[in-house]
């Protein structure tokens, strides 16, 4: 049969990241643990109110591009029936 190969091989497990916490402390220390967790949450939510800014401006970006589309398709029709018009003539 096949082997099933894992996405992500050596993941940390709980004791391993006991060390990474536990050095992190050492690094950081203590007191600046809750400032640089109020950092971090403060850059993701700026970078999640720019995801979404950016979004919306796609969205309207494409639903403007669809109005654009449809203008284009009845002036096309009107040039059409202005040349058969003059054409009859």
């Known amino acids: 049969m096949l082997d099933s190969i894992p ?6 497990g709980g ?5 990474v916490l536990l050095i992190i402390v050492l ?3 203590a007191n600046k643990l809750p400032q640089l967790a ?13 995801r979404e800014e950016i979004e ?3 969205k309207k ?18 040039e059409a029936t202005e040349t058969e018009a003059e054409n009859k003539q």
């Open 61 to 78: 970006g494409a639903e403007e591009g669809e109005d654009d589309d449809e203008e284009d398709e009845t002036e096309a029709e009107a």
């Open 15 to 19: 004791p391993e990241l006991l060390i």
């Open 38 to 50: 109020r950092s971090s949450g403060q850059a993701m939510g700026e970078f999640r109110r720019g």
């Open 56 to 58: 919306e401006e796609l």
């Open 7 to 12: 996405l992500f091989p050596g993941l940390p």
């Open 27 to 29: 690094l950081f220390g």
